[in-house]
Structure formats: C-alpha cells, structure tokens
C-alpha cells in the first residue's frame, strides 16, 4: 500500500523484550496500512533499525545501563526512565514537527501504557495520542482498581464493589483479579498504576493485544470505566509478518532437535525474558522433568538462575538426561517452537505475549506466574478458559512430574488439548475477513485517518 501522507505515527516502546515485541508487531500492522512509522525508543535495549528498513528509529537518552533491568528493581528503573525521557521525547517530536516535510506531519502519539508521560508529551504538542496495552485487557482494571483518593484525580473502585463477592468478572473475582496483581503493592506500584490509568483516560483511544473472545465479557466492564474508544486487534503477532526483534540470539538448532522428536510428545519451558529462578527451583526443575519421563526444549536465559552464569549448577546425572530425551537453549525461535507439530504442552510464567502465542497454535500450557499480570493470565488460562493447569505452591519434583504427566499423557490433558484446539480456532477466525480483530483494525485505520493534521 502506498504510504499516507501527513499520517506519520510515532511509537514509542517500553524497553523490554516483553513490550518491544508486542509494539513492533503493531508498527509492523499499521505501516502495511499505510502509516508511515517512526520508533521513539529508550537507548537500552535498542531494537536492530536493520531488520525495520521502512522506519524511522528515534533513540532517546534514558540514564540506564545494560543489566538495569532485574525483576527486583523493575519498578525503579520504570521510574527512570518516566524521569529522565519525557524531555528528550518532547525535544524530538517537536524538531520531527518542525523539520518535516509538511506532507510527512506527525498525526498521533501510539505509546506502550508503560509510558504514560508519553501522553503528557502529546498533550504538550497538541497532539492525539493512543494507549497500547500490551497485556491482557483485565490487567487495565486491575490497575484501576486499587483504591486511590479521587481528588488526586486517579481512577478509583468503590470499596463496596472490591468487596462485593457476588459481582464477577469472567467468574473471576474483583477480589481475586487484585491478588494476582500484588496483594501489598508499594507506594511505587501503585503510584505507577495510577499515572498509567491517567494518562490512559487521557488518550484518544486504546489499543489492546487481545482477541475479542477471550475477554468478550471484561471488555464492556473495562469500557465503562475508560470512555474512549477500545480496539481489540490482536494476537498482533499473527497480523505481523515476522521480523525478529529478539535482543538475544535465537538458537534455530532446536528446531533441528525437535524435528526427530514424536508428534505432540516435547514439553516446552521457557520463562520469558525478565523471570528468574533460584538454585533450589533449578534443581527442582530439573528433577521433575527428569521424573516426568517427557522429552523436553528448556529455555534457561544466562543470568536468570540466582549466583549461576548458565547450567553449572546442575547435577551431573541430569546431563545424562539430557542426552536422552532434553535440549536447552538460551534462546529460543518460540513461536516457531510452539508451532512445530512435536511441541504438546507449554511450561510458561505466562507473560501475555506467551499466552497468546501459545493460545494460537493450540498448546495447552503447565503455568507457573512469577510477577505483575502473569498471576491473572494464569487464573485465565488454568481457571477460566480451561486450556491448562496452574502448577501452585512451591516447586517440589514430584509435583511438578505429576504436574506434567497430568498436562501431556493423561486423560484430562487430551481434555484440554482439545479445547486448546478450539480456541486456536477461534484465534483463526478473529483474524479473517468480518472476524472481531479484522473489524477493529478497519475502525482504529479509520479513526487515525480521522486525526490528519
Ligand atoms: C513481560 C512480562 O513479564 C509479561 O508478564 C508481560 O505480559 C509482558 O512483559 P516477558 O516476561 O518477557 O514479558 O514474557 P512474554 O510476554 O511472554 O514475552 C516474551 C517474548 O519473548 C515472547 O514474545 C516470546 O516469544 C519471546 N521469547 C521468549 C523468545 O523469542 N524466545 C525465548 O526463548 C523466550
């Protein structure tokens, strides 16, 4: 499609492999629309401009380092980065406003919901901006939900509807939503939930990587407490044709592995790219997918076992194991994982981006949340939806061979695996012609067109 004209869109990308993937694939979605992209991103982490020809990339100076990012000091690195980029960004758009070419006029903002001073940035420039969510469309109620003074002008539930039992959303309890969450959040936390669910009260319009379906019945709820338009147009990952944009080197070798594996037989394990494991739960690990007799791909990310580089600490007769029937990587192509016919079960910390990676090829998943929206998408999956087990408490080896024996040979895992089936289905159905995720992005295009300066 020929490009638009005066309908530049700046993204602006929250610098975790987590986000950096959903928002590529969206950039990606609205440039085959036509939009003409440019990527404002913080200098850590920078995605590779070279696998994006046809964008822009706008690095902006953020005070972080390499390795700034632990799930312990997430939240103040988040509050660095809020402090030390909404001036550079502001300075950039503004010279980007400035120097164009009149035909090449920015139209909107489109910023990860992590960001929310990018909306304060658009405010400044008279500019509409949208929010992305990157998660789960519940997560922005849960984030909503807590309890905040309304004179300082951030959303709030009424103490009565936490505390109503009877009111359910999706057969999930308010209550329970909220405990997924962080049952004692810091003042930090709930400072940047707040700020989060101001701006995105304040923007245009929200996007959501969610497909209509699973969440049919949360979205009016969340609709009600956000007046602007919502826009469920994912899984994005499937409207996006795939350039890699994994700041680790994916190991293609597995694939290789996987190829002399038997049909639906492998155990895939990966936890993302920020959760962390300690020496105990390592080992535990390991045991239990010994126990469990399945052949397994383990992704185990260098630095993510407390006090170990990589594989030192685990025991000798485990390598054995692994000669037989395992493969760990450091990294690993996921989606193509999860979508080779010898994959049949998925052992995930349920970050959103694997859940729905996942949910569209049909693998039903072993979950194990570590942190933030990975307690609720494991509710989603295990309780409501029904397209895997939540494996709870500490991690014991018997349990956890139990746990995967349950998932990938037994009885009530071919119950789920047919369900799991289904929602691939359904997945499928979203995206074609008059399916709920097509439709959307027809009237998101129509809504931007509708910003033109
Ligand atoms: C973070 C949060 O933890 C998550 O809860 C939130 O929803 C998004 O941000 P992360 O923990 O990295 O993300 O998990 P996830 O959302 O699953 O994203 C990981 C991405 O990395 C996925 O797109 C996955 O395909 C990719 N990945 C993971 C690989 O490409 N190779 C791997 O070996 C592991």
């Known amino acids: 499609m020929p490009e638009r004209e005066n309908c530049r869109l700046v993204l602006v990308l929250f610098p975790l492999q987590g986000h950096i993937n959903p928002m590529l694939q969206l950039a990606t979605i609205l440039n085959s629309r036509g939009f003409p992209i440019t990527i404002a991103h913080p200098q850590f982490n920078s995605p590779d401009p070279s696998n994006y020809p046809n964008f822009t990339f706008l690095p902006i100076p953020d005070g972080l380092s390499k390795g700034s990012f632990a799930a312990k000091d997430f939240h103040s690195t988040m509050l660095a980065i809020h402090r030390n980029c909404q001036e550079p960004l502001r300075q950039f758009i503004q010279q980007t406003l400035e120097q164009k070419d009149p035909k090449d006029q920015v139209a909107c903002i489109i910023y990860d919901a992590v960001m929310h001073f990018a909306q304060k940035v658009a405010s400044q420039l008279n500019l509409p901006s949208i929010n992305v969510r990157t998660s789960a469309a519940a997560s922005m109620l849960a984030f909503a939900a807590f309890p905040r003074a309304n004179e300082q002008g951030y959303v709030t539930f009424t103490d009565s509807l936490i ?56 979205l009016p709820k969340i609709q009600e407490y956000f007046p602007e338009p919502i826009f469920a147009i994912g899984p994005f990952h499937k409207l996006a044709p795939s350039s890699s944009s994994s700041l680790l080197k994916e190991d293609t070798g597995c694939t290789s592995w996987l190829d002399k594996q038997a049909s639906r037989s492998v155990l895939y394990v990966s936890l993302g790219s920020v959760a962390s494991m300690n020496e105990e739960q390592l080992l535990e690990t390991a045991m239990g997918l010994a126990m469990s007799e399945r052949p397994f791909l383990w992704v185990v990310r ?47 910390h349920c970050g959103w981006n694997s859940t729905l990676e996942s949910i569209c090829e049909g693998v039903p998943m072993l979950c194990w949340p570590v942190f933030g929206d990975q307690g609720l998408d494991a509710k989603y999956i295990s309780h409501k939806w029904k397209i895997g087990l939540e494996l709870e408490g500490k991690l014991e080896r018997g349990k956890i061979a139990g746990a995967i024996r349950r998932l990938m040979v037994e009885e009530e895992g071919e119950v789920i695996r047919q369900k799991a089936l289904a929602f691939k289905e359904r997945a499928e159905q979203s995206l074609g012609t008059g399916g709920s995720t097509n439709s959307s992005l027809d009237e998101l295009v129509e809504l931007i067109l509708s910003f033109q300066p």
Do not use: Y
């Open 163 to 218: 505390q109503d039992e009877t009111h359910e959303l999706q057969s999930l309890k308010l209550r329970d939503l909220l405990i997924t969450m962080g049952e004692n959040p810091s003042d930090t936390i709930l400072e940047l939930r707040a700020a989060t669910t101001s701006a995105t009260r304040n923007s245009s319009a929200i996007i959501v990587n969610t497909i209509h379906f699973l969440e049919e019945e949360i």
């Open 302 to 348: 260098p630095g993510s076992v407390s006090c170990a580089e990589w594989l030192e600490l685990l025991p000798k007769e485990f390598q054995e194991i692994i000669g037989q029937r395992g493969c760990i990587v450091k990294w690993a192509p996921q989606k193509e994982v999860l979508a080779h016919g010898a994959v049949g079960g998925f052992w995930t």
